[in-house]
């Protein structure tokens, strides 16, 4: 009778695929051959080196093939020249938090020939940039793609910055993307221009708050990616321009080489500021200023999301509805106010009311789905602009909190509702529903524009 | 109706339509090969299986008939959405079809699904064994197998120490 050792390999890897990681490791053990078969389908392993002791590493990973390793020890490597794991060759990531012994380091580069990815962290210990370290640092960084220097900034260290920037430009020819983290303070400061000027072929920008440490200013995550293989011209340009909750308007105001690079893109797809306010007076990114923005890029942005800095924007920045019209590929807009001085931009939400009234005409065509965060209304403007909004033939909308202060009342029986407004089937509610994290309300609509979505 | 005379490794012959036969990858591919090769179109293809004995030959043909109608998928349709038929649900008529079966048998079956290129039953019978052993310990899993330990050394302990380090991590 047959038994399952009759099965080739790949039949066994079939059937023993399809089990649970944790059953994956059990069946490791049934016998060499099933051990094998499993290492093969699960070969690749995210390894922390903390506070293991050097001969508990090997016994430990034995002969397992290394994908991702972490360092967080320092002091065990700086007697051992060698790294305790057979098999470095698979290795892609490595994450460097501590200093090593420039032998172990040289070991671990020369077999680790695979590496596409590192993640170099300075915290409070500069000894990594050392002439000799970055020397053997080198060769793998030759080849990296995606560099990572988390919480990079400490104390005033300008030359590192200027280092890395050398590395990047002369020794990277590879990198794609790059991230680093600096105190917003810092990132105004015209050294950091470098960031955003680094390598031709930007893509992607992006400026994401990442907290702060006890005693320093904001930290911004400063995220680039670039196009190495952009031949053609079509393939140029930035693609995505993003400010995740960090201030867009004084970021770009105080640097005016990112504002350059803004301005002076045609093939944005992708836009998103935070806080638009006005830093100073007479200048500012209200939604008038950053109309060329949206006008140069017309034909290829598909997402806006806009956070409107209320607290600060003159009244005379009246919001005008009518500037996504020109969009002709526009799908998703996200509007925003943090903060609840509505009528300091809106007056009594008339304005915002009379933009929506005229959507049907003054929203791109090809729009699916608006999201509307913060916008305060009385019950009656709420019915109104449910009525606007409907008529707008989009396929969801997503209104957050502070759209209107009673919503239970506004929105339940929405469908019967909007019957009696006597709207299209088509237009009617398929589903609502209310996402209790952020005390929202979210529909989709029956009708869906399949051909632009 | 265009018939095919399918022969087992042991000599019986099963003759079936070449409609159904097409479901299986193999045999359309000698049916066409015939077909190219063959100055009479209305000649009988006859094709020999070697690999596969009657019993299990006629346990493929009868799955083959059942399913007849069912779409056929794609020979990397795991790899392209990550579904294949195992996971888009097993019909009762298949589940009676397996229940039976003794391990042995089910083995003898997923080669010859895999060598006949009939992706649906080698699905739901990998499934099958991948059934017996989700659950069960490293002890009933060589027991309901029949597989011994052929670690040397503390290379069992060592892999046990591995697992027990992943687990962990």
């Known amino acids: 009778m047959a038994s399952i050792d009759v099965l080739p390999n790949e039949l066994l890897c079939k059937i023993l695929d399809t089990l649970s990681t944790e059953q994956k490791f059990r069946a490791r053990e049934v016998c060499r051959r099933w051990k094998d078969v499993v290492d093969e389908l699960v070969p690749f392993y995210g390894v922390q080196l903390c506070d293991e002791k050097y001969d508990q590493v090997s016994t430990r990973f034995g002969t397992r093939r290394v994908s991702s390793l972490k360092f967080t020890c320092g002091h065990v490597y700086s007697r051992h020249s060698i790294i305790p794991i057979q098999n470095l060759s698979f290795l892609k990531r490595l994450v460097l938090t501590k200093s090593m012994n420039v032998d172990a380091l040289t070991d671990l580069i020369t077999r680790a020939d695979k590496l596409i990815e590192m993640e170099i962290w300075n915290g409070y210990d500069s000894d990594w940039y050392d002439k000799q370290q970055t020397a053997v640092l080198l060769p793998a960084l030759r080849k990296v793609k995606k560099l990572l220097l988390p919480k990079y900034e400490h104390g005033n260290q300008v030359m590192l910055f200027h280092s890395w920037k050398h590395i990047i430009q002369r020794e990277m020819p590879e990198l794609q993307h790059f991230e680093i983290d600096v105190s917003l303070e810092n990132l105004f400061h015209p050294r950091f221009y470098w960031l955003a000027t680094l390598k031709p072929n930007l893509r992607e920008f992006m400026v994401q708050n990442v907290g702060r440490d006890v005693g320093f200013s904001p930290y911004v995550r400063v995220t680039t990616i670039w196009n190495v293989n952009g031949q053609s011209r079509d393939s140029e340009g930035l693609r995505k321009f993003n400010f995740i909750n960090a201030p867009s308007s004084v970021l770009i105001h105080e640097t005016p080489q990112w504002e350059t690079i803004l301005f002076n893109q045609n093939n944005l797809e992708e836009l998103q500021l935070y806080d638009l306010v006005v830093p100073r007076p007479g200048k500012g990114y209200s939604m008038s200023l950053i109309e060329p923005v949206l006008t140069k890029s017309m034909a290829t942005l598909h997402t806006i999301r806009l956070d409107i800095g209320a607290e600060r924007i003159r009244a005379s920045d009246d919001f005008d509805m009518e500037i996504f019209a020109k969009l002709a590929t526009l799908r998703e807009l996200h509007l925003s106010v943090r903060v609840v001085k509505f009528q300091a931009i809106f007056g009594n939400g008339i304005n915002f009311l009379r933009g929506i009234k005229n959507c049907s005409t003054v929203i791109s065509a090809t729009l699916c789905k608006l999201v509307l965060h913060g916008f305060m209304f009385s019950t009656e403007e709420a019915n109104d602009c449910i009525k606007q909004i409907a008529k707008l033939d989009l396929e969801k909308v997503v209104l957050f909190r502070g759209s209107t202060p009673e919503i239970s009342t506004v929105w339940k029986g929405f469908s019967r509702r909007a019957r009696k407004m006597g709207l299209k089937k088509e237009a009617r509610v398929k589903t609502l529903y209310l996402p209790v994290e952020f005390a929202g309300i979210e529909f989709e609509f029956e009708h869906k524009k399949t051909s632009t979505c | ?169």
């Open chain 2, 1 to 169: 109706m265009a018939l095919v005379r399918v022969i087992s490794s042991d000599g019986a012959a099963f003759l079936v339509s070449q409609r159904l036969a097409k479901r299986s990858g193999k045999l359309k591919t000698e049916i066409e090969t015939f077909r190219k090769s063959s100055d009479n179109s209305e000649a009988q293809p006859e094709i020999r299986i070697v690999t596969i004995r009657a019993e299990i030959l006629r346990l493929v043909l009868q799955w083959l008939q059942q399913h007849q109608n069912d779409p056929v998928l794609p020979a990397n349709q795991n790899e392209q959405d990550g579904r294949g038929d195992a996971e888009m649900g097993q019909s009762q008529w298949d589940r009676d079809f397996l229940a039976p079966m003794d391990l042995g048998i089910v083995m003898e079956l997923i080669l010859a699904a895999n060598h006949l290129e009939v992706k649906g039953l080698l699905d739901i019978t990998c499934k099958l064994v991948e059934s017996k052993i989700t659950g069960r310990t490293v002890d009933e899993i060589r027991t309901a197998f029949k597989l011994k330990s052929d670690f040397k050394g503390n290379e069992e302990e060592q892999t046990r120490l591995e697992n027990r380090w992943c687990v962990e991590n």
